[in-house]
């Protein structure tokens, strides 16, 4: 792995903690010019040029964004306000890709996407930390905020970050320095090497791949175990569909929203997997049937993990979803990927692959009357999901609880 890539990685994974807890160098004085953006197209060049040099994510590339601000932002009247900063000779030292968004009780200032992001935040350029210190990053926030009140189409009632990694690539976060706690949930993250046995052996036990081996077998007694990337329009369209009517299913089994059924969910994700070498969709099948589905990213070097699906009847005794990770990671090591990014989420399996656990945070801070509520109330939500996710036998007490309630709430509103 490259030494800028292994830092970035240790820093999201929490293995090097002194790029946080030591002094930073002062940075030298350096002019910020700042500029609003409401057209993304009239910022398209310069965002894409800049992500392939920047430190960020997936979720602050132009193709994600446009595409959930084009099929469901603009839907719901997501206002899109994105910040540039750039030095006295031009160049982009961050671009913040920023929403307003209208609520029953305030407008919230978010990043654009904040939602279905499972990672919030900045592009930075690769020197914006030895250029901009925690001070002078916050005197232009403040110089943002006031721009952003000023403007009659921008007016907000509180800040709303979610969902913050505690740095960007290998650089601390600058959001960090204006207040931030813990977010309910965090994530997974795994290096990953040249060659699949080597890894597999690494990660699993001899018991657990003679398991592993076992049920990929008994998947062969059903008809042939075959590893599928989708290609072509009609086959990535069926693929998907597969991916969310399985997924609608467990949704519907756990009590919680089936998010395909909101307004351009949909139609967001049919338009992102046609995005050819950004999006990965595949299957596992099993004689005729899907066993298995996934949507995946590739960026960057990473593989993030984002939509994962199994078929809940018979097959699912076997574990076709294990068997389709393993073909999975062993196809992110072939396209020479660095890192397999598991996303946002707790899960068991996340934890027994990964190599650290990614700790996300929030940033909340109200900006008039209004605001004042609205974030007492975003703060409460946010530390009692936290609380109890960090309990886990109150977890699993309110997984049950909401497993159970929310079939029965869903045939009484279909009856009514």
């Not at 306000?81 to 982009?92: A, F, I, P």
């Not at 690539?169 to 931030?180: D, I, K, M, R, T």
């Not at 992110?332 to 945070?361: N, P």
Request: aromatic share 12%.
């Amino acid at each position: 792995m490259p030494q800028a890539t292994r830092a970035a990685f240790d820093a999201r994974v929490g293995v090097d903690d002194k790029a946080l807890g030591g002094a930073t160098p002062a940075a030298a004085a350096t002019e910020v010019r700042t500029a609003l953006h409401d057209d993304l197209a009239s910022v398209e060049r310069d965002w894409r040029a800049f992500e392939q040099v920047a430190d960020g994510t997936v979720f602050q590339s132009f193709d994600w964004v446009s595409l959930w601000q084009q099929h469901i932002g603009r839907r719901v009247g997501v206002r899109p306000v994105v910040v540039t900063g750039r030095d006295s000779h031009g160049q982009l030292l961050f671009l913040l890709p920023l929403s307003i968004e209208h609520g029953a009780l305030a407008r919230r200032l978010t990043f654009l996407g904040a939602a279905l992001c499972d990672y919030n935040g900045p592009l930075l350029a690769p020197d914006f930390g030895a250029r901009i210190d925690a001070a002078r990053f916050r005197d232009v926030w403040s110089e943002i905020l006031g721009r952003l009140q000023s403007h009659p189409d921008y007016g907000f009632d509180v800040v709303h970050f979610d969902k913050m990694q505690r740095t960007v690539g290998p650089q601390p976060n600058p959001f960090f320095g204006l207040g931030v706690i813990a977010h309910a949930n965090g994530a997974y993250l795994t290096k990953l090497g040249t060659d699949w046995e080597s890894f597999y052996a690494d990660k699993r036990s001899s018991a657990t791949r003679r398991r592993d081996r076992t049920k990929r077998r008994k998947l062969g007694e059903f008809g042939e175990v075959k590893f599928v990337t989708a290609e072509g329009a009609s086959e990535l369209s069926a693929t998907l569909e597969t991916l969310m009517d399985q997924k609608s299913k467990s949704f519907a089994a756990m009590g919680v929203t089936n998010i395909f059924a909101l307004p351009g969910y949909s139609d967001f994700y049919h338009a992102l997997s046609r995005m050819q070498g950004f999006v990965h969709v595949s299957r596992l099948d099993v004689g005729n049937e899907a066993a298995a589905a996934n949507l995946g990213l590739i960026f960057r070097g990473s593989y993030y993990h984002l939509l994962a699906s199994y078929n809940g009847g018979e097959l699912s005794k076997f574990g076709p979803g294990a068997a389709h990770l393993h073909d999975l990671l062993r196809y992110a090591m072939q396209r020479s990927c660095q890192a397999f990014d598991f996303t946002i989420g707790d899960e068991r399996y996340k934890q027994e692959w990964s190599d650290g656990h990614i700790v996300l945070f929030d940033h909340i801070s109200p900006a008039s009357v209004r605001g004042t509520v609205a974030a007492a109330k975003l703060y409460a939500i946010g530390r009692t999901k936290h609380f109890i996710k960090q309990n886990p036998a109150l977890w699993d007490r309110v997984y049950k609880v909401r497993a159970f309630i929310g079939p029965v709430v869903k045939r009484l509103r279909g009856g009514a």
